[in-house]
């Protein structure tokens, strides 16, 4: 049951695609369902004293754990690489929470302004909620149920984004493969060590001065023969696109946005300049439609080459530096010059220099056309990534209505999760960053975010061989698997640490696994289902699955639990009934037990993988291939775990993968029967089936 | 059995006090002990080929696990607040490492350079150690255990400081008590609220303009009386005391130190200066004996005004910017004036500013007189802070004999461990940096470092209430129990958080638990044995004991496991054999139940405190109190766990805490006898005995 209440005015997100009344509510009551509110200056406050057992779930990409408790977050779509625990912001504004006790009730705040969750950060046991009064619609779900209030959640929302079935394949990146042989020397060395792999990245690099839609001459002068010679070994090419557009004559680009006033304009109703990756840039004004069209429609510009999935990056907008905010910068720095600096003046001056990127100040200092009104950038700060990649997405549907793309994006509100997937953001080599990603699953599951993934052994500073490969073991399970890092840091492809067969082992189970994990993610699609559950939202009536942050449930089958600590033989895993420990060990080999409910310790060495199957559920594995055109899901191995004397059905989906031509009649379902002996057979089937089953 | 290697010459550290040979041996070859060895340039390569499961303890102040495999560490003792796990340097320089696998080796780099342990970072199983070729001495320490390996090269290093028994106690900083109405409010506070408290700190505000030696006129107008007042309550006041001194006519420090040629030079042999917090300051040249006399005997400036603790910061030596650093940046920053400034200007011109502080090359313009030569900072850079703190020690022994005072520094070398203890530096209020400290305290143990502990709660960041909690239950354990925090972060004094009831009863277990802290710490000195131990160097035949790194042994009897997790109402915890359980909840209640050995999970809530006592061992406690002085020793409470038909011995250390007439036979004896029936009577003994006994 969702009701929606708007104290005042909204700016129309489009996040919501169920036309529901609003409430006829009086703001200035003191009691909004369960929240105690008030208005204070323009913002109204929502508040709430959690019981201290109650779990607060959601706000999608952020830091910290599933649980969201203890901090403050704020949601402003921010370019910051440092994922540290204080951190408030990281790209994505994902005002969905449900607060989980005795009672289940779920909020969504839709707002393009910025929203702060302090969940029991100032006080211990107090939320408090701010959000601008005249620019937000509230809804409120109950149900007895968190997963049903996300289901309720994500049928208002609309359908997640679908990628296409190349895109569960293997996916390599690196900033930047700079040069065509740099990325036919990537496929050489997977194909040399028989590494799956179905895409290479081009991140900055491979553009003509990070100017979008172009292509380097010098270094990727065989761009179509790049593209070609990659298709014969079904790689896809996948390059970034940046949001800023370089300010240069000649550019088509440039031209054509100046041209038709396709630009976010500063106070005086000049273009706005700012500098990102190459140089002085516009941005796009992506909120207006024919904006939209245009710079949608270019994407064609490399989509005629032959490519078939991209990556929209710097959409926060990421802002180097404003000439204003330079200008300012310089003067404050020449006002300490020639003087005795003192210490504090010092930090003024740094602060100068360091505050110069991304700032409040910028943000605010430029506009947008909505619905032909004049609205400044800070408004809607938290909407333009999303509309930047509802341009790409509406220029694919427009012009290839048939086929799917694959598509992430850095920033991200949700309604954009109709548009594309996203990856989370320039992590680091942490380990605790392997962590801080499968935290973040669910998290976003809530919020749409399906076709999701972290960057695999982290993106910043440099990472070793054990912390690729733990990443890799958790990475294998997440619908978008990249192994991706920056500039300046430790080459961390799979071939590069030496004994390959380890990263080989577990990226061929990835494959193997690629037709179930494809079937669990199109049914969760399909079905305003998630992926990636907390274990609690499966196993509700037990308490302790509440806590347990570092276990996954895939679907309602499968649960995870990936080793995410340096120097360790194993970890701890509970269960939380009886369950099948499937172990993928050395070679592929899988190894098979029955571990009662509770906690215990598992051995996991490097290149094994630790999974546990319900009891009346399966899983089923193919034989790896080189790539996902090559998988043959016409031979399956089916793993079930049941009862004796008792039958089950394992729902396997399966579709062409690109077309559009995507629905639940694609099922199939197939029916192990297991009799009093423990014998078992499977019911009618088309597929060659062989058969694996524990009691 | 310790051997001694010199390849070249060594500036002398002063770090050993017992004279060993060197070797007579051969550097031109390639093997030495167990390492290849091989000269590059001017270092010494030593490698070795580390077996799968070997474990690398060691490195002291250093981040990641107390095994220290998986990356890269670099002494250079630096100031960097942000203790990443990226990072290689802090603030301490501790060159021992153990090599722990079937066999057992100690090394000791003796070094004032910069050494680099890449430990399976580069190459998975390779360690790599780069020393300068013609600066390092090298002690290889056989043994066939680890513990007294430890023992050995702690007998090599000297006997480690000792601190008075009011530093047991529990003791408040923050960044800043800026007046002394603030400092009284403090103690105010901790009375209104009975919770206990032996010291409040004064950070660098109760200086006149950060200088040395002085105190703020304004702020601290009544200083004296402040000191005064606060001894009444038993309360000792505890000021910082930084490295450089300000340039300022008619300071007497600055002055004294410029008659007299005290300070660092620059290459032209003029006083050299560089910009701290009190702006542009000189650096006493601590390496030369008539600077440690002049600046320690400054101390009794203070310890006439009744003060008997300080701590040493700034002394790696931090330095915000030299002249010529800002001159250069400046310089930069006008190259770019004016331009159309590319990207890579921008970082370029963000470097110019950031890289300012702290940098190698000024730490390459100054230079020391050590033993009439002139040596340049950057060669004996990691001996500063042991220096610094050398001064003080040397004119507390000489000015007052026969007392003890409470001495930390942030910066430290092996060496300095005899000289006074260190905090673990500027941590964050991350739940990371609780885990992480705990994780220090064994390895800082090894290294000589006994008296240590981190700031609870976190110095920099905001705190929460529950991380201040679930710190101090850690906390409580370390021998220096501050609860320290950052100016412009949240105050996180224990009665800042509401329900001070939580706080008060967590710090009234450290002072229950003080005399049996101060025993184990005494006997751990005077023993050159370790207070904090990793559970295998107890359990040394228990294979799983080598990858618990959040439990630690307390001397040999007590395990702790502290949380160390947000919103989790418990922990996992290994038991290595059958131990009797202690938690200590809700006003002071212990709870007891034995446990077996193996994997168990336990519930602890905000205001418990799990313990863990082996069999045949005994802990004390007495009944908590406002300070320390109030702590009654003759009422003991002993908690014993042992088989029936058995006998144990507690020793229990006790001296006045103050004089430095402390010894081994200042242990008390207290023998527990359980009959065949579990009955079970003390052996004579002075005190009075509470007997609890469980088998």
Known sequence: MIKKYIPDSLINTDAVVVDINKEDFDFSTSKLDIFNIHKEENKLILEYDMPDDEVVYGLGENIRGINKRGHIYNSFCSDDPCHTEEKSSLYGAHNFIILSGDEHTGLFIDSSSEVTFDIGYTIYNKLKITVRYDNCALYIIHNNSDLEIVKEF?????????????????????????????????????????????????????????KDFTINKENFGDFDELVADMKKDNIHLVPIIDAGVKIEKGYNIYEEGVANNYFCKDKDGNDFAAAVWPGKTHFPDFFKEDVRVWFGNHYSDLIDRGIDGFWNDMNEPAIFYSENGIKKAFDTLDSYKGKDIGVYDFFGMKDAVLHLSNSREDYSSFYHTIDDKKVCHIDVHNLYGYNMTRAAKEAFDRNYPDKRFLMHSRSSYIGMHRYSGIWTGDNQSWWSHLLLSMKMMPSLNMCGFIYTGSDIGGFGCNSTRDLVLRWLAFGLFTPLMRNHSALGTRDQEAYNFGDTADFKNIIDLRYSLIPHIYSEYMKAVLRDDMYFKPLAFVFDKDRHCREV?????????????????????????????????INYTTNGVKQYKVLTKGHHYIYVKLDEVPMFLRKGHAVSFVKPAANTTKLDTNNLELVAFMDKDSSLTYEFYEDDGISKNYSLDKITNITVNMDAEGKATIGECKKNIKLITRS
């Open 549 to 581: 942050e570092d276990q996954l449930m895939i679907g309602d089958s499968l649960m995870i639990a990936p080793v995410y600590t340096q120097n360790v033989t194993g970890r701890y895993v509970y269960l939380p009934e009886d369950m099948l420990y």
């Open 154 to 210: 994500r049928k208002l929302i609309g359908q997640s984004y679908v990628a296409p079935y190349w895109a569960f394949g293997y996916q390599q990146c690196r900033w930047s493969y700079a040069t065509s042989d740099a990325v036919r020397c990537v496929l050489k060395k997977h194909k040399e060590n028989s590494i799956p792999l179905d895409a290479i990245y081009l991140d900055i690099d491979y553009m003509d001065s990070f």
